[in-house]
């Protein structure tokens, strides 16, 4: 059956179904149930929520980055119902920021039904070398930042995650930034067929997952920026 897919940005009604799909696609991170809880109606909720207002958070302080959270949607071709079958997070920071900034943890980075201290913990330790990282990349220039990416399994390689990453690359190309994300090793080749680069650098190792960069084609800043990404990429 032919299917018509479509991207749009996410409404707050659409948070559960989106992290219904969020949350059995990264059970292979080793903080998976700490960071998203379990796959039940109470852990979606609690999820939801504290991602509808990092989302919020993002575009209160930057309008002009567009929408973070972007679901694809299956489109019934007969009663124009849809279905979410994607979901993606992008962050985009559409203009240089305080090296502080860079550094703090997005909202989501904290359990979702706990004050656990021990578990706070575990999550920052665990993004720390991906944050930190990405500072020491990236600087405190505008770019785009790719978090999440998934797909319903029955909806995987039908273009679904094209979508969502045209979507996020076209807005960072209106605003003239490169986009950054850390690959998992099954998505690697979709973002290399994409124009995505990977890159190289001393920490990758602590990361465990490839970093990658996209950059416009016709923008004088980011060449800039891809020029001294290049140089590291040889290095």
Request: aromatic residues 10%; contains cysteine; negative net charge.
């Amino acid at each position: 059956m032919a299917h018509y897919l479509d991207v749009k940005p996410v409404s707050e009604v659409d948070m559960p179904s989106c992290m219904e799909i969020l949350i059995p696609s990264f059970e292979f991170m080793s903080i998976s149930e700490i960071l998203n809880g379990l796959n039940t109606s109470s852990d979606r909720e609690a999820l939801s929520n504290l991602h509808w207002q990092t989302i919020q958070e993002h575009v209160a302080r930057y309008p002009q980055s567009g929408a973070v959270g972007i679901k694809c949607v299956d489109v019934d071709q007969v009663t124009r119902n849809e279905t979410i079958i994607g979901y993606a997070e992008w962050f985009i920071y559409p203009q240089p920021r305080a090296l502080d900034e860079c550094l703090k943890p997005l909202g989501f980075m904290q359990p979702p039904r706990s004050a656990d201290n021990d578990k706070n913990v575990s999550i920052r330790d665990y993004f720390r070398p991906s944050i930190e990282t990405r500072a020491d990349i990236m600087g405190t220039q505008p770019y785009g930042l790719l978090v999440w990416l998934c797909v319903s399994p029955s909806f995987r390689r039908k273009g679904a995650a094209s979508r969502l990453m045209k979507w996020g690359t076209d807005q960072c190309a209106k605003l003239a930034v490169p986009a950054y994300l850390e690959a998992s090793h099954e998505g690697k080749k979709l973002y290399e067929s994409l124009g995505w680069q990977e890159l190289q650098h001393p920490r990758v190792r602590d990361i465990g997952y490839p970093i990658m960069m996209w950059w416009p084609n016709e923008s004088p800043e980011t060449r800039d920026v891809g020029t001294d990404m290049h140089a590291l990429n040889k290095n």
